[in-house]
């Protein structure tokens, strides 16, 4: 089975501060990875996608990519209220299917 | 700005009645898909479509379920004699096949009982 996880949470975090989540998957053939934001009952929402190893970088929004460590994280600068949701890391597999983590529940704290 | 759009936003059903899911995928967009959601659980993968066919299929999609095109703009998933368990949130993405990103609409509700 070809997973993809994430940390549950709650991740509580300072307004202002830097919120970090982080997403391993198992399938070394997966060549593109996603992070979506999910408001309580709402469709998933791209906020990045990232492909090569590295960091790629949007506005206050950064994915990180390891591919050897099949590791990817997203990082949120100047966390605001707003930023409160689930954010779901997602693969692209060799299947070209794209397979979801739980999602982790973030609280950024006024 | 372009956006996937489903309807209805919410359907009750019977069990055993047959529901049909409508989707209008971002128009130039080639590649399309349905995804379900169990309250309170991951997304999960049903089914992508490309060219006037399935592309890949999950367990979850067995032959009570279908998938149609049925003219340029409409993309619907059609569940044969519902089931309580079939009570989830279900969403319809598109991508354009250019990039890996895919787009999601804001989802049909479908409450069976």
């Known amino acids: 089975q070809k997973e993809v996880e994430q940390n549950s949470g709650p991740l509580s975090v300072p307004e202002g501060a830097i919120a970090s989540l982080n997403c391993t998957y198992s399938?070394?053939?997966?060549?593109?990875f996603f992070w979506y934001r999910q408001y309580s009952g709402k469709s998933p929402e791209l906020i990045m996608f990232?492909?090569?190893?590295g960091d790629k970088e949007d506005g206050r929004f950064t994915a990180q990519l390891n591919k050897a460590s099949q590791y990817v994280s997203l990082l949120i600068r100047d966390s605001q209220p707003s930023d409160s949701a689930t954010y779901l890391c997602?693969?692209?597999?060799?299947?070209?299917?794209?397979?979801f983590g739980k999602g982790t529940r973030l609280h950024i704290l006024p | 700005e372009p956006e996937v759009t489903q309807t209805p936003s919410h359907q009750v059903t019977q069990m055993g009645q047959e529901v049909i899911l409508r989707c209008v995928p971002i128009s130039n967009h080639l590649y399309f898909y349905w995804y379900r959601q169990i309250l309170g659980q991951k997304v999960e993968f049903l089914v992508s479509?490309?060219?006037?066919?399935?592309?890949?299929k999950s367990e979850i999609f067995d032959d009570q379920f279908s998938v149609e095109r049925p003219d340029g703009s409409n993309f619907t998933l059609k569940i044969r004699s519902t089931k309580l368990e079939d009570s989830a949130m279900y969403f319809c993405?598109?991508?354009?096949?250019?990039?890996?990103?895919?787009?999601f609409g804001q989802g049909t509700r479908l409450t069976v009982v």
């Open positions: 399938d070394r053939g997966s060549q593109s």
């Open positions: 997602a693969a692209l597999n060799r299947d070209d299917k794209i397979i």
């Open positions: 479509f490309y060219n006037n066919e399935i592309s890949e």
């Open positions: 990232i492909y090569s190893n």
């Open positions: 993405a598109s991508s354009d096949g250019t990039s890996d990103e895919a787009f």
